[in-house]
Structure formats: C-alpha cells, structure tokens
C-alpha cells in the first residue's frame, strides 16, 4: 500500500537543476532509506515533500487515513504546491537535518510545539508520556533549556516533537550528523523500534551502512538523479554502492 509517491519531480535553484525527474515510493510500514553524497539533492527532496520548497514541475501524492461518513479510509492527497503547515496536517512531519529544535525552550516546550495542531489537552499529556517512554533521557530533562542538551539529547527531542504530531509518515534528515558513536547506535535503535511500532520512515543518512541495515528498500541519488534502487539487503553487496559509500 503506498503512502507516498513522488513523480517526475524538478526542482531549480535559479539556474541550477537541483532535483531531475526524481521518481520515488514509499509504502506504509516500510523504512525506506536515500542515500548519496553531500549535495547530491538529497534535503532538497525532503523538504519539496514538506512544502518548504516548491518544485517547477512533477507530483507528490501523499495517503492518509482519513474520515469518511464515520469509517476511517486511505485517501490520496496531491501536496505538491500545499503549504508546510497543511501537509503537517495530513499527518506527515519532517526532523530537519541539522535538529532546528527551539534551542531557549525548555525540552516540554519543545514538546507542545510539536503538538500545535493537537487540540485535546489530555491527549497531548498521553503523547508526551509515550515520547518520555520512548525517551527516558528527555523525561530526565523535562524542565532543561533544550540548547543545554547534548547533540544526541537534541536530536532525540527532534524526533520526539515530530512524533507529538501522529505523523504516519516519518521524514528523518541526516539523524545522525554530529553524533558521537554511542549515540548514532542509539539514534539508529530508536528508529529501528519506531518502525517496528508502525511507524512509515523516509530516511535521508550519511552513514550509508546504518540506514541500509535497517531500510525495507533504498534509492541513491547522485547529483539530482536517481540512479539505483533496491532492497537495503541488495545495495548493501551492490559493488557500486560499497566503493562509493561504504569504503569497500
């Protein structure tokens, strides 16, 4: 069942042909995961499906449950030209490489910025409990100015207020750039566990051997092309793919 399909996309930057004819799908329950080298397009992509940049031409079909005459049902979406704040509203979120959490808030501000379009008061109390569950780190922290925290903390709380949306699609930027080992690993088993919770994940990451190990498929993406695809098994022993991006 596909959740996301991005058809045909191009994307400009003035003169420079950033995304050309990117074609990709993600289906529900899948981590599927986007490799490549720096400035390969790879961010652009992401942030074209959360509306923050506007493609020249092609489509963004996103899927969602959604209520019809009192049964809930999959419907398609087209959020190619949708503003960021609607297509949160469709229940996808985005955690932007680099974290972008509010560095002055506190790490249960952060929370309740996460939570904008929840309106029941006692069901955003349940979320935060659930992300504090996931995250014993933040719980710890609950009250801390969230620019005290370390760059693991940080982007645990990252993930944590895009998770206070319900999106069903996850889109994880570079989640562990900067990280130390310890907290890649955990970072990593963070994510593995959310999908095993259910949870539908596009992944943009640098460290190439971690995202294949845990992604369903992959697609890599060389200067605003894709130029292979497969299962994370198959481009794990893909000769091309290990002397590119696994020094192999």
Same mark, same amino acid.
């Given at each position: ?8 996309l191009n994307?400009f930057?003035g003169?420079i042909?950033?995304?050309k004819?990117v074609s990709l799908?993600?289906?529900k329950g ?12 790879k961010?652009?992509l992401m942030?074209?499906?959360s509306?923050?940049i506007?493609p020249?031409s092609?489509?963004?079909?996103y899927?969602c449950?959604?209520k019809?005459?009192?049964k809930?049902e +999959?419907m398609?979406y087209e959020i !190619?030209k %949708?503003?960021p704040?609607?297509i949160v509203s469709?229940? *996808?979120s985005?955690v932007?490489e680099g974290?972008?959490i509010?560095l002055?808030l506190?790490v249960?501000?952060?929370l ?9 008061k006692?069901?955003i ?5 659930e992300?504090?569950?996931?995250f014993?780190?933040l719980?710890?922290r609950?009250?801390q100015i ?5 760059g693991?903390e ?9 998770l206070?949306?319900e999106?069903?699609l996850l ?11 310890l907290?890649?690993?955990?970072v990593f088993a963070?994510?593995?566990? +959310?999908?095993e919770?259910?949870q !539908?994940? %596009?992944?943009?990451e640098q460290?190439?051997?971690?995202a *294949?190990?845990?992604s369903n498929?992959?697609?890599?993406l060389?200067t605003?092309?894709?130029?292979l ?15 590119a991006?696994?020094g192999?």
């Open positions: 069942m596909k959740i996301l399909r991005v058809n045909n994307v930057y003169q042909h950033a995304l004819d799908e993600v289906n899948e981590i599927v995961s986007l490799i490549g080298a720096n400035g390969a397009g961010t652009t942030t074209t499906i509306g923050l506007r020249k092609g489509s963004i079909i899927a449950d959604t019809i005459n009192d809930i +999959l398609d !190619t %949708l503003p704040h609607k469709l229940k *996808l985005q932007p974290r972008q509010f002055g506190t249960d501000e952060n309740d910025m996460g939570a904008f379009l929840q309106k029941d006692n069901h109390k349940e979320l935060k409990e992300m504090f569950s996931l014993p780190r719980l710890e609950k009250k969230a620019g005290t925290l370390s693991g940080q982007q645990m709380l990252a993930i944590a207020r895009a206070m949306s999106p069903e889109l994880l930027d570079e989640p562990s750039m900067g990280l130390s080992p907290f890649v690993q955990e963070i994510i593995k566990r +959310l999908n919770k259910g !539908t994940i %596009l992944l943009v460290n190439a051997k971690a *294949l190990n845990i498929r992959a697609y890599v060389e605003g092309n894709i130029v695809t497969g299962t994370g098994e198959e481009l794990l022993h893909n000769d091309a793919v290990k002397k991006y696994l192999k």
